[in-house]
């Protein structure tokens, strides 16, 4: 069964940082390509960045892009996403999952079964 747990969220000031971690389970990681997807409540999920399987391709969306950076360890299986000098607009529920593009198709929401439960950021002025 596949299973994504996100962590690393919580409360920062704008400027601020955090890393975020997506452990995955169920599923051959380092065989595919992954990103990372935001919510606030009311709107639609969002890409914000993908990497491909190997991690040399990294692709943000353009709201995100020089702040934020994706990584991944895939002997731990483990997505990262650093973001540095976050915004109020920033704060929203960050989940990460598969996808099966890279570039900027990969920022679109995968039609996924699996999601977790995500981790939410939450930037103040």
């Known amino acids: 069964q596949v299973q994504l747990v996100e962590s690393g969220g919580g409360l920062v000031q704008a400027g601020g940082s955090l890393r975020l971690s997506c452990t995955v389970s169920?599923?051959?990681?380092?065989?595919?390509?992954m990103g990372w997807f935001r919510q606030v409540p009311g709107k639609e999920r969002e890409g914000v960045s993908c990497?491909?399987?190997?991690?040399?391709?990294?692709t943000y969306a353009k709201s995100v892009e020089g702040r934020f950076a994706i990584s991944r360890d895939n002997a731990k299986n483990t997505l990262y996403l650093q973001m540095n000098n976050l915004r109020p607009e920033d704060t929203a529920m960050y989940y990460c999952?598969?996808?099966?593009?890279?570039?900027?198709?990969?920022?679109?929401?995968?039609?996924?079964?699996?999601w977790g439960q995500g981790t939410q950021v939450t930037v103040s002025l």
């Open positions: 999952a598969p996808v099966a593009f890279i570039g900027t198709r990969g920022l679109e929401v995968p039609d996924f079964n699996y």
């Open positions: 169920g599923l051959t990681f380092g065989d595919v390509s």
């Open positions: 990497i491909d399987w190997g991690g040399s391709i990294d």
